[in-house]
């Protein structure tokens, strides 16, 4: 059933303010500040918006027909966010709230308009507006960040800063992100928890991981726990890094802090391991 919210106010009776003032804290809170304020808002007919690949990819059509019918009663309460690029416009925020006004056949929605944003900022926005809802899938959340690496070439800790999430978060997102697409796939279809992939890709590639696997993509094994049984009835043993590589990933975070060029780091790390050996 739609959810009844309080009487809209008719258009002669509604105020009119400045839209940077009047912009909800809410929505500045789910899109990143400094990039959202200023944007303009206007009604935009919904066939003059592309929309290109976004951060969420799952959609249950029973909560879009839902929300449809919520937005047919009380109206849209959060705008979309789009970005002019020529003659069109682009979604960025929103695709799951354009969706359900399609099929309520709307013609048009308020818009929050941002012009000459770089890939990079609309990344960090479509995300921020993204993560601040429950429903995003981790595989979408994992391959959103992978995205973003891949765009702006930054490393793990710049990527916390930008997106405002932790370190640790960041690096098992990156690890998903790099899963056999089949993988992600069945861990979306049926809701298998993240820690069953990353334990999985850590097993060494042989028969046993190929029959695991197969258990994965059938939907057989879903729960951490399940997996962890499996691995014990066949007694396969995780790998584990041995003393040398220890040390000198040791050595490495120290002089990282030190050296800042690549090359120059990868050049120590040969010395270390060859003083080592």
């Known amino acids: 059933m739609a959810k009844e919210f309080s009487a809209r106010v008719s258009k002669r009776e509604r105020k009119v303010t400045d839209i940077t003032a009047g912009i909800d804290d809410k929505i500045l809170k789910a899109n990143d500040q400094k990039l959202l304020r200023g944007a303009q808002l ?21 909560s879009l027909r839902e929300l449809g019918e919520n937005i047919k009663v009380n109206g849209l309460i959060q705008p979309l966010v789009i970005h002019r690029e020529g003659n069109k416009f682009v979604l960025i925020c929103g695709e799951r709230r354009f969706r359900a006004m399609t099929l309520i056949d709307m013609k048009e929605a308020p818009c929050f308009i941002l012009e000459n944003k770089s890939k990079e900022e609309l990344m960090a926005i479509q995300f921020s507006e993204n993560q601040a809802r429950e429903d995003l899938h981790y595989i979408d959340q994992a391959d959103s960040i992978y995205g973003y690496q891949k765009l702006t070439g930054t490393s793990e800790r710049k990527i916390t800063a930008a997106l405002g999430i932790s370190k640790s978060e960041v690096h098992r997102c990156l690890m998903i992100a790099k899963l056999p697409k089949d993988i992600k796939e069945a861990a979306k279809n049926f809701n298998i928890e993240k820690y069953v992939l990353l334990e999985w890709d850590e097993l060494p590639q042989n028969e046993f991981k190929d029959e695991i696997k197969g258990k994965i993509l059938s939907g057989d094994i879903t729960k951490r726990v399940q997996l962890s049984k499996i691995i014990s009835q066949l007694k396969i043993e995780k790998p584990k890094k041995n003393s040398q590589d220890a040390s000198v990933e040791k050595l490495m975070k120290v002089l990282k802090t030190q050296i800042k060029d690549p090359k120059l780091q990868a050049k120590a790390k040969a010395l270390m391991a060859e003083l080592i050996n």
């Open 42 to 62: 206007a009604n935009i007919a919904l066939d003059t918006i592309v929309v290109r690949e976004q951060v969420r990819t799952k959609f249950n059509d029973e």
